[in-house]
C-alpha cells in the first residue's frame, strides 16, 4: 500500500520483576543515564547502605532485551517506613514512550500492596508530579550528602506521612 513501509518493527516490552540475571543490563542502562558522578549523589549514599528490594524492583524488555529499570530501597525516613525509588533509567533507544512513567506506576502499586507507608524520591518535579509524587516540605529531610530540597518528593499511602517525614532518611532492614 503507498505511504506504508515495507515492514515494522513490533516491540514486544514486557515489565518484569527484576532478579539477578539482570544486573549487568541494569549496570549498562545506569551508567548510560547517570555516568560515573552517579555514585556520589545523596540518594546513592542511601543505597549503598544495604540492597534494594528486588520484590519491588522491576525491569521492561524489548524482544528480551532489558532496556529499562527501576529500584525500591527499603528506608526510614523520619518516623516513616517506605521506599525509596530510584535510579530509574530508560535507554536512549526507548525514551519518550512512557516506560519509565509505567515502571514508576508498576514500582508505586507494589510498594502501596506490600503495606510501604510512602515512596520518596529524589528527581524532577514536572516529570513525577503527574505520577502522583508531592514536595516534601522543604528541608524536613537529611539525607547523607547533599540534596535539593525543591526536588524530594514523596506518594504518601498512609495518614500523617508528610508530618513524619522530619529528620535522617536511611536505608532500613
Known amino acids: 500500500m503507498p505511504g506504508f513501509p515495507m515492514f515494522m518493527k513490533k516491540h514486544d516490552l514486557v515489565y518484569l520483576t527484576e532478579d539477578a540475571s539482570h544486573d549487568a543490563a541494569i549496570e549498562i542502562?545506569?551508567?548510560e543515564a547517570f555516568g560515573p558522578g552517579r555514585f556520589a549523589r545523596a540518594a546513592a549514599r542511601i543505597r549503598e547502605q544495604g540492597p534494594?528490594?528486588?520484590s519491588l524492583?522491576?525491569?521492561c524488555a524489548d524482544d528480551g532485551e532489558t532496556i529499562a529499570s527501576v529500584r525500591m530501597t527499603p528506608v526510614m525516613a523520619g518516623s516513616i517506613k517506605g521506599h525509596l525509588l530510584g535510579p530509574l533509567a530508560v535507554r536512549p533507544s526507548h525514551k519518550n514512550r512512557g516506560i519509565g512513567r509505567e515502571l514508576v506506576r508498576i514500582a508505586v502499586e507494589a510498594a502501596r500492596r506490600?503495606?510501604?507507608?510512602?515512596?520518596i524520591l529524589v528527581g524532577d518535579p514536572p516529570y513525577y508530579q503527574p505520577l502522583g509524587f508531592e514536595k516534601v516540605a522543604y528541608g524536613a529531610l537529611t539525607f547523607p550528602g547533599p540534596v535539593d530540597p525543591n526536588r524530594v518528593l514523596v506518594v504518601p499511602m498512609t495518614e500523617g506521612v508528610h508530618e513524619g517525614l522530619k529528620g535522617d532518611i536511611h536505608w532500613r532492614a
Not at 506490600?114 to 515512596?119: I, P, R, T
Open 57 to 59: 524492583s522491576f525491569v
Open 114 to 119: 506490600k503495606g510501604s507507608e510512602c515512596v
Open 52 to 54: 534494594h528490594d528486588l
Open 29 to 31: 542502562i545506569n551508567e
